[in-house]
């Protein structure tokens, strides 16, 4: 790892001194989309089709009245691409962009960034860019969460993409890389900062400013009114003296440039550790790194087709095998570890309900079990 010193003066810029020095604190409020983990792909993406998105509208309009801006909702480039596409009331959305009260930043979705070719992670990016053209923004900032890191080799598309800031917020139980919390990330000539945080997202600081999220839970949709306001004032008690708005990672970006020479340089590749689940379909990886190549064949044989609405289309569902939930998550729709014998298993599999004594209680991380080896062949 390439390093600057860390002066006294970086360190006040990283970490400030102490909560009375803070002057302004934008808040992301952000829902983690995982498609899959808390129901089937195609459940999650019709709540926030159906509900969550005009549901983060109606939170708005009532928490910004009389001009407060106390609810901007942050998601990422593919639902608002996917709604104004398909959405029952693409308008709706389309006036929640224009006053500023529905955002998104410069990625679609989390992803396991390893899976993609250049060429894949680059169309991610550019759903932000038409975006961008459409209603006159300038999207710098990008999130990932859950998966702890990403491979470097990222970097140069996010640069070429206009792409300066990079959040990472790791998933509770993965290992934290050692990094500094404000950073460049570093790839041969470019570079992005890399603001690197624990869970979703921990309070990032950068000299008289800072930036806290606001996550609901996995999939649980944009909070109420009521809770937009608790959270608010928990982040008034925190912040004695700040002026607290909920804004977009962009304007806390914008911040952190300006000392962008005082922050330190990683250049080792970081790599990710949440790709497990790639190995469990061998067929539909097979299948999808296929689709890549006839991807690749049919952009030579009409190069035209590319900028057409059944490419994207084809490109934007092929980046889905690429987002990192990977199926139901285990431990609620498989959650029975108790039932391992023959016996039981076909006792239970007759009952077909899962009781409270077959699940793993939380927190217990040894599950005692029968000796094999009485059973092996002499």
């Known amino acids: 790892m390439e390093t600057t010193s860390l002066s006294p003066v970086t360190l006040k810029i990283i970490l400030g001194e102490n909560r009375m020095?803070?002057?302004?604190?934008?808040?992301?409020?952000?829902?983690?989309?995982?498609?899959?983990?808390?129901?089937?792909?195609?459940?999650?993406?019709?709540?926030?089709?159906?509900?969550?998105?005009?549901?983060?509208?109606?939170?708005?309009?009532?928490?910004?009245?009389?001009?407060?801006?106390?609810?901007?909702?942050?998601?990422?480039?593919?639902?608002?691409?996917?709604?104004?596409?398909?959405?029952?009331?693409?308008?709706?959305?389309?006036?929640?962009?224009q006053d500023g009260i529905i955002a998104w930043h410069g990625l679609p979705l989390t992803t396991h960034t390893e899976l993609m070719d250049g060429k894949l992670f680059q169309y991610g990016l550019s759903i932000s860019q038409r975006l961008d053209q459409r209603f006159g923004?300038?999207?710098?900032?990008?999130?990932?969460?859950?998966?702890?890191?990403?491979?470097?080799?990222?970097?140069?598309?996010?640069?070429?993409?206009?792409?300066?800031?990079?959040?990472?917020?790791?998933?509770?139980?993965?290992?934290m890389v050692q990094l500094p919390p404000l950073c460049?990330?570093?790839?041969?000539?470019?570079?992005?900062?890399?603001?690197?945080?624990?869970?979703?997202?921990?309070?990032?600081?950068?000299?008289?400013?800072?930036?806290?999220?606001?996550?609901?839970?996995?999939n649980s949709g944009?909070?109420?009114?009521?809770?937009?306001?608790?959270?608010?004032?928990?982040?008034?008690?925190?912040?004695?003296?700040?002026e607290i708005v909920?804004?977009?990672?962009d304007e806390f970006a914008e911040i952190v440039l300006a000392h962008k020479d005082e922050l330190p340089v990683v250049t080792e590749e970081l790599g990710d550790t949440w790709i497990h689940g790639v190995s469990t379909d061998p067929y539909k990886v097979a299948a999808y790194l296929e689709l890549l190549r006839l991807r690749d064949q049919w952009e030579v044989q009409d190069p035209d087709a590319v900028d057409s609405p059944a490419w994207r289309e084809f490109c934007r569902n092929l980046m889905l095998v690429a987002e990192h939930s990977w199926g139901r998550d285990v431990k609620r729709?498989?959650?029975?570890?108790?039932?391992?014998?023959?016996?039981?298993?076909?006792?239970?599999?007759?009952?077909?309900?899962?009781?409270?004594?077959?699940?793993?209680?939380?927190?217990?991380?040894?599950?005692?079990?029968?000796?094999?080896?009485?059973?092996?062949?002499?």
């Open 222 to 242: 944009p909070p109420s009114p009521e809770s937009v306001a608790a959270e608010m004032a928990r982040l008034r008690e925190k912040y004695p003296g700040a």
């Open 137 to 175: 923004r300038h999207t710098i900032a990008a999130k990932m969460t859950d998966v702890p890191s990403h491979t470097h080799a990222m970097v140069p598309y996010l640069a070429k993409a206009g792409i300066k800031y990079l959040h990472i917020g790791i998933n509770g139980s993965s290992k």
């Open 333 to 378: 729709w498989l959650s029975d570890w108790r039932n391992w014998e023959k016996k039981d298993f076909y006792a239970a599999r007759e009952r077909d309900h899962i009781t409270a004594e077959d699940v793993m209680p939380a927190g217990e991380g040894l599950i005692v079990t029968s000796n094999y080896l009485p059973q092996r062949a002499a």
């Open 21 to 97: 020095d803070i002057k302004k604190v934008f808040v992301i409020h952000k829902t983690h989309l995982d498609i899959g983990f808390t129901d089937s792909a195609e459940a999650v993406l019709h709540r926030y089709m159906e509900t969550f998105i005009p549901g983060a509208i109606a939170t708005a309009r009532e928490c910004n009245k009389d001009g407060k801006k106390n609810f901007v909702w942050t998601v990422g480039s593919y639902l608002i691409e996917l709604y104004l596409e398909k959405g029952q009331n693409p308008q709706l959305l389309e006036e929640a962009i």
């Open 246 to 249: 909920s804004g977009t990672m």
């Open 184 to 218: 460049r990330l570093r790839y041969g000539e470019d570079e992005v900062i890399l603001d690197y945080a624990a869970l979703y997202g921990a309070s990032s600081v950068c000299g008289e400013y800072a930036m806290e999220f606001a996550h609901t839970p996995d």
